[in-house]
T-cell receptor, first 115, second 110 residues
Framework: ETGVTQSPTHLIKTRGQQVTLRCSSQSGHNTVSWYQQALGQGPQFIFQYYREEENGRGNFPPRFSGLQFPNYSSELNVNALELDDSALYLC??????????????FGNGTRLTVT | QKEVEQNSGPLSVPEGAIASLNCTYSDRGSQSFFWYRQYSGKSPELIMFIYSNGDKEDGRFTAQLNKASQYVSLLIRDSQPSDSATYLC??????????FGQGTRLTINP
């Protein structure tokens, strides 16, 4: 059974640029969630995708957008990058639409640095 | 008031002792509670989850939940240097998202 995989591992971008982060969910998991973790903070919920549709969103501006594909893999896109977007971006997969008791299993994350 | 609160630490515990990590939450409708361990530069790793009031034990780890007091704790028995990490408390209600605390940094001293 393969776990959640994310790419790339590290990324350096310039303010104003756009970035796409990718995530492959754990085998059998149909729901993908994205989180942003700034240094010294807990992860913050960005949004969740279930069956290719956004299924809940946190307090992030519209320049944060996403996609989920038929194989349940997902992308996070961030436009007009700002310095404060520098963070560890975590993808987590789970089974079921917002299933309350379904634990999240995180990928290794993508470390984004915006200069 | 933050939705999930943890003491940021650092919490220093001698090797072999019991480490006690605490977490409070504000949403009384919360239904699921999770503890994650995060080593520096790594992603969070699920340690335990608990749904019902009381204690849940798994090896050296015990999670405790008191919904009336809106309080969750994690006990680590026989602490080892490899337990040194940041421990994240996360809470889930009826909505889709997990709400995390800021984490408690735990150091086990040999």
């Amino acid at each position: 059974e393969t776990g959640v995989t994310q790419s790339p591992t590290h990324l350096i971008k310039t303010r104003g640029q756009q970035v796409t982060l990718r995530c492959s969910s754990q085998s059998g998991h149909n729901t993908v969630s994205w989180y942003q973790q700034a240094l010294g903070q807990g992860p913050q919920f960005i949004f969740q995708y279930y069956r290719e549709e956004e299924n809940g969103r946190g307090n992030f501006p519209p320049r944060f957008s996403g996609l989920q594909f038929p194989n349940y893999s997902s992308e996070l896109n961030v436009n007009a990058l700002e310095l404060d977007d520098s963070a560890l971006y975590l993808c987590a997969s789970s089974l079921g639409q917002g299933a309350t008791h379904s634990p999240l299993h995180f990928g290794n994350g993508t470390r984004l640095t915006v200069t | 008031q933050k939705e999930v609160e943890q003491n940021s630490g650092p919490l220093s515990v001698p090797e072999g002792a019991i480490a006690s990590l605490n977490c409070t939450y504000s949403d009384r409708g919360s239904q699921s509670f999770f503890w994650y361990r995060q080593y520096s530069g790594k992603s969070p790793e699920l340690i335990m989850f608990i749904y019902s009031n009381g204690d849940k034990e798994d090896g050296r780890f015990t999670a405790q939940l008191n919904k009336a007091s809106q309080y969750v704790s994690l006990l680590i028995r026989d602490s080892q240097p490899s337990d040194s990490a940041t421990y994240l408390c996360a809470v889930k209600g009826g909505a889709q998202k997990l709400v995390f605390g800021q984490g408690t940094r735990l150091t086990i001293n040999p």
